[in-house]
């Protein structure tokens, strides 16, 4: 699939700035170089009324291709659109919580930790699962040993999993990654 940079995706369609009282944050595979052809450009966002949030991404975004929306029935009952614009799908979250707590931002904070103490072939195996269609969380969590397939695992939950390894110091990351074959 030949589309552009997803930094170039974003700074045409201009999204950072349209939801800059938001406090957008991007997230996911693009931004940590493991992304694959049907990767989406996440885009996480503080929005403390659901309401005027839905005004907003609806009067901003409804008018492009394969525009939809959502929200949650538990939880906090965050919003998410999704929309195709620029050669790449989009998907907004917003939570009425601060970006920096939202569990995708913690995600994608390990990830990004993990990726740079794990090196190159931590990151091959990490596109080698993902190429096997493991989404994200499950093949970080596969490659760090915990045992686990495409969509789930057989050793706890991959999402909480890595949601408890973001409170590791690099330190124990290193050692995780030592004992699964890696650093």
Known sequence: MNRPHYNNA?????????????????AGTPPLGVHTDTSDIDILCCAPDADV?????????????GFSCWQWVS?????IANFHAE????????????????????HFTIE???LALGGETFKAKIMSLRSEGYKTEPAFWAA??????SSGNTHGNAYSGMLEL??????????????????
């Open 10 to 26: 974003i700074q045409r369609l201009g999204i950072l700035d349209d939801l800059g009282a938001y406090d957008p944050h991007v």
């Open 53 to 65: 949030f839905l005004d907003t991404i609806v009067s901003l975004y409804s008018n492009h291709t």
């Open 75 to 79: 939880g906090d009952r965050p919003l």
């Open 87 to 106: 050669g790449w799908e989009f998907e907004i979250y917003a939570s009425p919580q601060p970006v920096k707590q939202q569990a995708g931002w913690r």
């Open 112 to 114: 990004q930790r993990l």
């Open 144 to 149: 760090l040993g915990f045992g686990s397939n």
């Open 166 to 183: 973001c409170n590791d110091t690099d330190e124990a990351l290193v050692d995780r990654l030592k004992q699964a074959g890696f650093a």
